[in-house]
């Protein structure tokens, strides 16, 4: 079991948006989260990453199981490509980042400083931390904002590889990863039907 | 954890890391003092403790929003937040690395210019340990006070207001063992409150911080 998520209740800005989502994650297996804008998304993946406390409910995995990939690829624009990949690496006690730039096509600007990559070839660095992570189950929200096909395909056959490993992947994207083995899951039936009023938001929530 | 004061260190002696800023502000405000109390020797050696521990204390000032804001707007932060490594060691290493690029370049700078203060010589020593036990706690509770701040936008107003009373005691202390060694008298006990203040934040405020920035990542 790579995932369990047992009737979740998420709020953002003190306003719960999803409620009573229920999923569950295999070794091998990967789910699309699909939805509007301002469904919910970005807060069910943050939750489930733990940098968010549900409103109700129970996020189950594995101790040290996750690496959450956001909006932001937490790049420094003064290192360059590969320090900021060891960096990273070595948060997560791994040592070799050579496959990682290999299976992003970053090995060519290894040597270059973040802040002169554009914006598709930060976007592969930040997705090639995962890769040195190390970690099971991938969180990762958006993950094809600015690649181009060559690169969204790249990222597919890493996600795919990464599931033949075993590994699994919750995802919020708009665009097809032409992942045949993926489950899509539309978070529209589960918005929150009425927020109760004075519900979060209150003084209480300081305390929470 | 290593990696991460490696990192620290690194960002900050690169270009753009704000590392010269504190020491630079610093050797201002000591080459302008003698200009605005005037050139007189017995007066300078007076005060020159006292506007030493101040300087060095605004100058540390200086460089705290950086902490964490740069952090939090390239989403390090969170990613560190859900890192293998305990977000109370993140704090303590980000402190640490503040003092390493701020406290630590000021103590040892801070005997230099004192003597454009006509610090007397006896002082140089008790100004420098004064210095050196006392800036580890401005770096921790400066690292607390971001932690505190860390989701506000312009939060360096903030920060100031929050950290300045936190700072008093260190800048009491700190300025009395200086004062009192430049003038021959027994430094033991406000050097003990001094190191005292320090070990007590640097036991404490990481737990506190790791709380605040989970709150303001939420």
Not at chain 1, 6 to 14: K, T
Not at chain 1, 159 to 171: E, F, I, S, W
Not at chain 2, 117 to 135: E, H, K, M, R, Y
Not at chain 2, 188 to 213: H, N
């Amino acid at each position: 079991m790579m995932l369990s998520v047992q009737d979740l209740a998420v709020s953002r800005g003190g306003i719960t948006i999803l409620d009573a989502v229920s999923l569950t994650l295999q070794p091998g297996e990967a789910l699309v989260l699909r939805g509007p804008n301002g469904i919910g998304k970005t807060t069910l993946l943050r939750t489930v990453a733990g940098l968010q406390l549900p409103v109700s409910g129970r996020v189950e995995l594995p101790p040290e199981g996750a690496a959450y990939s956001g909006h932001a690829d937490g790049l420094k624009a003064t290192l360059t490509v590969a320090e900021n990949l060891t960096f990273w690496a070595r948060i997560y006690g791994q040592r070799d980042i050579a496959p990682a730039l290999k299976a992003m096509n970053l090995e060519t600007l290894a040597d270059r400083d973040a802040q002169n990559l554009s914006a598709g070839q930060k976007r592969r660095l930040g997705l090639a931390r995962l890769l040195v992570t190390g970690r099971g189950l991938w969180l990762l929200d958006e993950p094809t904002v600015s690649l181009d096909a060559a690169s969204v395909a790249l990222f597919a056959e890493a996600v795919r590889a990464h599931l033949k490993r075993g590994g699994a992947a919750l995802m919020a994207t708009h665009i097809d990863l032409g992942l045949e083995e993926a489950t899509i899951l539309d978070l529209a039936p589960f918005r929150a039907k009425t927020p109760a009023p004075g519900q979060g938001g209150g003084f209480d929530e300081a305390f929470a | 954890m290593l990696a991460l004061l490696l990192r620290d260190l690194r960002l900050a002696t690169r270009a753009g890391g704000g590392f010269g800023l504190s020491l630079a502000f610093f050797l201002i405000v000591t080459v302008l003092v003698p200009f605005g109390v005037g050139p007189e020797g017995g007066t300078l050696a007076r005060i020159a403790p006292g506007i030493l521990w101040v300087g060095a204390l605004l100058s540390c000032l200086l460089s705290l929003d950086r902490i964490f804001a740069l952090d939090r707007e390239d989403g390090s932060l969170d990613l560190l937040a859900t890192a293998p490594i305990p977000l109370e060691g993140v704090v303590a290493i980000k402190g640490l690395a503040h003092w390493l690029t701020t406290g630590l370049p000021l103590t040892l700078a801070a005997p230099v210019l004192g003597v454009l203060l006509n610090l007397p010589q006896s002082g140089f020593l008790w100004l420098t340990l004064s210095l050196l036990f006392g800036t580890p706690a401005l770096s921790v509770i400066g690292t607390f006070g971001a932690a505190l701040t860390v989701g506000l936008k312009r939060g360096g107003l903030l920060l100031s207001l929050l950290v300045l009373p936190l700072y008093i005691p260190t800048l009491i202390f700190g300025a009395e063992a200086a004062k009192r060694g430049a003038e021959g008298l027994a430094t033991a006990t406000p050097l003990l409150m001094l190191a005292g203040i320090t070990a007590g934040t640097v036991a404490i405020l990481p737990f506190a911080a790791a709380a605040a920035i989970r709150v303001n990542l939420r």
